[in-house]
């Protein structure tokens, strides 16, 4: 019976409500715009790590080097485009 | 918007006229294929199709048409600018057709040849019978067909874009660019954007999940290798670009102001965007012709590839710095020095890996025992030129020297001089080297090498005086000129490259008509004593590629397997699983080409109507059961037999 119990999905189910609803107290609760910026960030993160971890199983396949190798690329593309579009459009304009 | 105002682009002469050809040619296939009885054969043969070597094939009959239709922009182009202050096209007539040139050539000519190529080529190449996801593949022709007739509908009803292929904001604007062109850019592009997003997830699970038995990565052919680097730029690419295209068409019609100068709005995001897309998509067309050169070169030098994993590893380099870059593009546009100086490193870097590759194949060449084939031919005239092109690319990256180069024909001179020899030639090359794989009987070499020196020495003729002009401070897009800046001379000369290119390119189509008349049909099925696995199987291919899968030790297994006198195609037959064919993706297409046009024109209701066609598509495809075929041993023998010719 403990094998047919999907401990991974509640564990999964509970981890999203719980980051969501701290993610949600930046809007409810008052606070400085870096610290809801931080809230917002780490939690984002650690909401996508729950998803692919917990519920797409991404370490339990046999092809989990081509997962993980392209997941990297994206984190690179993202933040890449993200802090250069930074850099041109704000941080280094005239 | 009034009746007058969507059909005013056919009160100029010429575009009548081109919209009364269209209607005529348009008559002609219904008729002809009334006449012939040939609507079943086409509806069940071709518009409902799933197998991945016919979607390649129309994807390549759609970009030679699309050469032809860019062709006659440039033609005219190059006529309004032969001499100086020529009256052939007005400001407005020669706006769009600079913008749609640009858009035609990269988004409905390179992309579809070279999507057309993997198509056919990488499940034969990997040994597999079709693509992880075929009705997806004909979903993303049929997305980037409606896309591409959009577009073109744009010249006749409505009118073109005209901002320019980049549209650049405000320019793009409603505010500057009152009419639907701009609509047409946004929707259009979204529909075939869409189209090759698929494509990438489609070709990366594919080469990932379904190649031969044995066949490791490092063992794969390097066209295999080009396009899986190629698919995972389009991948992470593309997304921007729906984005962007979705903002566009928010701002323009929605009153939105995310690219306006106004309201916290900023016009330059769009330039950022759009090159963020933009430089990646460069070498998304690029690439594959990379692969197609390194398979061309080691087949007709009979000589392993030179340097293979230094060619895959400066592919994944160039992959990862062609995120890098995208600032070259607008160096002018007031960033500072240091922004400048980041991106200018960036991009120089990039000539590293590619010279890697340039000495790559040079050095597959030498000691190699040449044959001067036409596919052979491209690939060797490629080097030099391609050359030229990555030398003049070098110096537009030195940001202080790009203020002088910047806009002016030097640019447009260096981007033709990378993208024909590289892209053109390369789908050239690879177009001459598999159509006996596509259709059993080769291309007429005599023809072929006539295309190929006209074009080789056209192209020269056309763009190298385009250098000149630009250091001469001739600024790109003028539609015109006066006599006293002494542009005149080098114009026409361009002008008169343009006639030869065109007459290249006509050879080239006239070689299809010739040789499916007169070449020979008993075809061997490895017809250039080639070395990976699409050569194994018979020419045309049977709708399931391999009777029995190939297994594979090394790289280039045929070929060795071929000295050595194995079959690696022998084996027991067993009954082979296929997708059944659907016309769903055509007529889901058709309402997403709905969609779009209404939208265009901001007939909303019509639109959202036309969307629920869509969805209806998806739901009745959730619901449906289709577990594909299975050919039985029986027809597989027959039809070896028959392919085999039993001689």
């Known amino acids: ?94 | 918007m009034s009746m007058e105002e969507i059909f005013h682009p056919m009160q100029e002469p010429m575009i009548l006229m081109a919209a009364i050809s269209i209607v005529v040619g348009a008559i002609v296939v219904v008729a002809g294929l009334t006449y012939f009885k040939k609507w079943g054969y086409f509806y069940k043969n071709w518009l409902s199709t799933v197998d991945h070597k016919k979607i390649g094939i129309m994807y390549i009959a759609v970009a030679l048409l699309m050469l032809f239709r860019g062709g006659v922009d440039a033609l005219l182009m190059r006529a309004q600018t032969a001499v100086p202050n020529n009256g052939l096209l007005d400001a407005q007539h020669y706006n769009e057709i600079f913008t749609t040139h640009g858009l035609v050539m990269i988004l409905f000519m390179a992309m579809p040849f070279v999507i057309g190529l993997m198509n056919i080529v990488i499940p034969l190449q990997i040994g597999a019978r079709d693509v992880a996801f075929p009705r997806l593949n004909a979903i993303s022709f049929w997305l980037f067909a409606a896309g591409c007739g959009l577009l073109n509908l744009s010249f006749i009803v409505g009118g073109s874009p005209d901002a320019g292929w980049t549209a650049y904001f405000p320019l793009a604007s409603t505010e500057f660019s009152p009419t639907v062109g701009n609509n047409y850019y946004s929707l259009a592009l979204q529909l075939s954007g869409l189209g090759t997003l698929m494509t990438g997830v489609n070709f990366i699970t594919t080469i990932i999940k379904m190649r031969a038995p044995g066949m490791k990565l490092m063992k794969m052919p390097m066209f295999t290798w080009s396009i899986l680097i190629t698919n995972v730029i389009i991948v992470f690419a593309f997304p921007v670009l729906t984005v962007a295209l979705a903002l566009m068409m928010l701002d323009r019609q929605f009153g939105t102001q995310f690219f306006t100068m106004a309201n916290g709005g900023m016009d330059m995001l769009w330039a950022n965007l759009f090159w963020v897309w933009g430089h990646p998509e460069v070498y998304i067309v690029i690439l594959p012709a990379f692969g197609i050169f390194s398979e061309i070169i080691a087949t007709f030098a009979r000589k392993n590839l030179y340097g293979y994993k230094s060619m895959v590893m400066s592919m994944v380099v160039i992959s990862l710095l062609s995120f890098l870059v995208w600032a070259h593009h607008f160096y002018t546009m007031g960033h500072g020095v240091m922004v400048n100086g980041v991106f200018s490193i960036t991009t120089m870097a990039i000539a590293v890996p590619t010279g890697v590759k340039m000495f790559n194949w040079l050095l597959t060449m030498r000691h190699g025992k040449i044959s001067f084939t036409t596919p052979m031919l491209y690939a060797l005239g490629f080097i030099p030129i391609f050359t030229i092109g990555g030398v003049t690319g070098v110096m537009l990256a030195m940001a202080s020297a790009d203020y002088q180069y910047h806009n002016t024909m030097f640019l447009v001179a260096h981007f033709h001089y990378v993208l024909i020899p590289g892209t053109v030639f390369g789908v050239l090359a690879g177009y001459h080297f598999w159509w006996p794989k596509m259709f059993g009987f080769r291309l007429n070499e005599k023809l072929g090498k006539l295309g190929f020196w006209l074009i080789a020495i056209s192209f020269n003729v056309t763009f190298f005086p385009l250098f000149i002009l630009g250091l001469d401070g001739y600024a790109r897009r003028m539609y015109t000129y006066s006599e006293s800046t002494g542009y005149g001379p080098l114009n026409m000369l361009s002008f008169i490259g343009a006639l030869g290119l065109a007459a290249g390119f006509l050879v080239i189509v006239y070689n299809i008509f010739y040789s499916w008349k007169n070449m020979p049909r008993n075809e061997k099925a490895d017809v250039w004593d080639g070395r990976s696995l699409e050569w194994a199987t018979h020419s045309p291919v049977p709708e399931y590629n391999f009777a029995v899968v190939p297994t594979v030790t090394q790289l280039d297994e045929f070929w060795f397997a071929k000295k050595e006198g194995r079959d690696i195609t022998a084996g027991k037959f067993e009954k082979i699983h296929m997708p059944n064919n659907s016309a769903a993706p055509f007529w889901m297409s058709g309402f997403f080409f709905l969609a779009a046009f209404f939208a265009v024109f901001s007939a909303w209701i019509p639109a959202i109507i036309s969307l629920l066609g869509v969805f209806g598509f998806m739901i009745a495809r959730s619901f449906e059961k289709d577990h594909g075929r299975y050919i039985s041993v029986e027809e597989i023998m027959e039809t070896e037999k028959r392919l085999r010719g039993d001689k």
């Open chain 1, 1 to 94: 019976m403990k094998e047919l119990f999907p401990k991974q999905h509640v564990m999964g189910f509970g981890f999203s409500l719980l980051l969501t609803i701290v993610a949600l107290s930046v809007v409810t609760l008052d606070m400085s715009y870096n610290i809801a910026f931080t809230i917002l960030l780490v939690t984002a993160l650690a909401q996508a790590t729950v998803q692919l971890v917990l519920f797409m199983h991404i370490g339990e396949s046999e092809d989990k080097k081509t997962l993980y190798t392209s997941i990297l690329y994206a984190v690179f593309v993202g933040v890449i485009t993200i802090i250069g579009s930074l850099l041109t459009m704000i941080w280094g304009y005239q």
